[in-house]
């Protein structure tokens, strides 16, 4: 095995969405662990669990870094994979309310994204690139115009060379796709990327894991502790093969139930309406997406449109702001300075919830059935914003700015080195 990558004579740069990557040197695997709050590393380093990430921040690099607003799958994932925030690439939820159409748009696969990848810029410049994501939706996301492996544990066993660019992944990782309901999603991922390393060796790797586990089950759980054992286990596996790993989260994660389990929420349609009357507001929950029974279409981040003439955002806004568990709501112009948010996705108001409470639309549209009894854990708000980044060497130059977690490929290929 060697560590020379496929690095064109006459490339040493490149260019992508305003910011400068430098050619990898070896390979490097960028992880996103899927709704890692920090409170997990915590819970599984005092269990002795995860040695190999204990060494990672030992002898490497290991900072809080801020996640993309809202704190969501698929606006963080694809904030990482462009390296730059949800302004410039887009996707700032699952969907938005088309505000001249009346429609609901759906923000989950490649269409609504208005940035190139790094991967697809480096794999057109002749970069072996691989991406392998938990859920299929997000692989047709971070796989926009790239011209490698891209594929999903979800869909393994429906991989093809036409559209993944690899076939065969089942006998790859030598088992059958996992149930999208568990632990083992994720556990593929990684056991596919290190599979891709033995094999094709890739120059640059991108896992995207699940929060399967972390919605369902708090840090010190023997669940989430088993969990956070075998995705270390999995990193250790990584670095073994010679490449620099880097970790960050898409968000944190909160309980957001009270003392008898019971869910802390708030239906604020059900509260516009009751202020407003039938039909003058819409809330929107953007974490909504087909793969919900672990949440229940519930999170901290909502948005607001008013719909009827007449009803003053000042005066919605002042209502929203009295609601006790309400942390934040701001104007749109307000939410997309405040968060780097595109406009044309933006509600009117854009509401973030206190710690511990979910905000949700109307009772109706909500299927606490999904959580099967458990408590209620969810993110979305500026609560789950702090993340964990860890690489596993030193990095060269501290960065001055604050740290987010869409820097993760500026700092594996320009300071891990
Ligand atoms: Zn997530």
Known sequence: MTDTTSQPKNIQTIDVNGRRYQWPQRPVVGV?????????????????????????????????????????????NVSIVCGVPPKIHG???????DRDTGQDVMMVDATPMRAPTIFSTFSKE????????????????????????????????????????????????????????????????????IRLLETVRPDISYLSLSDYVQHSHAPDAPEALQFMADVDQRFSCILALGATLGIVADHGMSDMADGDGAPRIIYLADRLEAEFGRGACRVICPITDPFVRHHGALGGFVRVHILKNGVSRDEVLAFVRSIDGVALALDREEACLTFQLPEDREGDIAVVSIKNVALGASLADHDLS????????????????????????????????????????????????
């Open 32 to 76: 996103c662990f899927d709704g890692c709050d920090p409170t997990y590393i915590a819970a599984a380093s005092a269990a002795g669990v995860i040695p190999t990430i204990d060494r990672m921040r030992k002898q490497g690099f290991s900072q809080l870094a801020l996640a993309a607003m809202p704190t969501f799958t698929n606006p963080n």
């Open 126 to 193: 002749g970069a072996k690139v691989a991406v392998v994501t938990a859920k299929d939706k997000l692989r047709k996301a971070l796989g926009k115009d790239l011209l490698g492996i891209a594929f999903s544990a979800e869909k393994a066993g429906e991989a093809t060379e036409a559209e993944n660019g690899i076939a065969n992944v089942e006998e790859l990782v030598g088992r059958k796709a996992p149930d999208q309901y568990s632990a083992d999603l994720s556990l593929y991922v990684l056991d596919a990327g």
């Open 91 to 97: 996707v700032s939820g699952n969907f938005y309310l």
């Open 370 to 417: 999904q959580l099967s009894g458990a408590r209620l854990r969810s993110h979305g708000g500026l609560t789950e914003q702090v993340v964990p980044f860890i690489v596993s060497i030193p990095i060269a130059t501290s960065p001055a700015h604050t740290l987010r977690n869409f820097d993760l490929f500026a700092v594996l290929l320009n300071e891990a080195v």
